[in-house]
């Protein structure tokens, strides 16, 4: 009698995937196991995206703080001494500051930075003589206040002026940023 082993492999490995095979409890474990993972995943793929969009949120607010400080900086260093007939400055005197505004004089010529509604939305505007205006943050922007606080009396030193700003993004105004810095002028007598 002749065996034939190639015969005898073929049915073991017939009968040895028939083993190898999951049952149907095996497959529904599994995926039950895979939904729960995926749905982990997806819980933290949500919160990350949340947390991006409060950072980003937060950083054009940072970004538009920075900015405005750093063109009122620019702009009131080089303000100059009034002799009483511009911009309702009293004579001898650099400023003239209000509720969440300040005038002073620059090149001749009357310079304004004012927090202005538009449309619900506080944005600082910066008037410039001739110039005319132009908005300095951001329609994304909400200014809560902002606060000009001025020591510009000569006899004592250089005039300085210490700016306060609140701001935060329009669509999350729980995230206030609050920054401050204060300006010398460049007046030598």
């Known amino acids: 009698m002749i065996i034939n082993w190639r015969l005898f492999y073929m049915i073991y490995l017939y009968k040895n995937k028939k083993e190898r095979a999951f049952t149907l409890i095996e497959i529904l474990v599994s995926i039950s196991i895979l939904v729960f993972i995926l749905l982990s995943l997806s819980s ?3 919160s990350i995206s949340v947390n991006q969009k409060e950072l980003s949120a937060d950083s054009l607010t940072l970004n538009n703080v920075d900015y405005f400080l750093r063109i ?3 702009n009131l260093r080089q303000a ?3 002799d009483g007939s511009l911009c309702g400055i009293a004579e001898n ?10 005038d002073f004089i620059k090149d001749g010529e009357c310079y304004s930075f004012e927090l202005f ?3 619900g ?5 910066m008037y410039a003589g001739s110039k005319g ?3 300095i943050s951001s329609r ?5 206040s902002l606060f000009f606080e001025v020591e510009d009396y000569i006899e004592y030193g250089q005039p300085i002026v210490t700016i306060f700003i609140k701001a935060a993004p329009v669509n999350g105004l729980s995230n206030y940023i609050s920054d401050q810095t204060s300006v010398s002028v460049g007046y030598y007598e």
């Open 72 to 74: 009122a900086s620019d």
């Open 117 to 119: 509604d538009d449309g």
């Open 80 to 82: 100059q001494k009034s």
């Open 121 to 125: 939305v506080n944005r600082v505007v």
């Open 133 to 135: 205006n132009n908005y």
């Open 140 to 144: 994304n922007i909400d200014i809560a």
């Open 44 to 46: 933290i793929l949500r």
């Open 93 to 102: 005197k650099f400023f003239n500051t209000g509720d969440a505004y300040i």
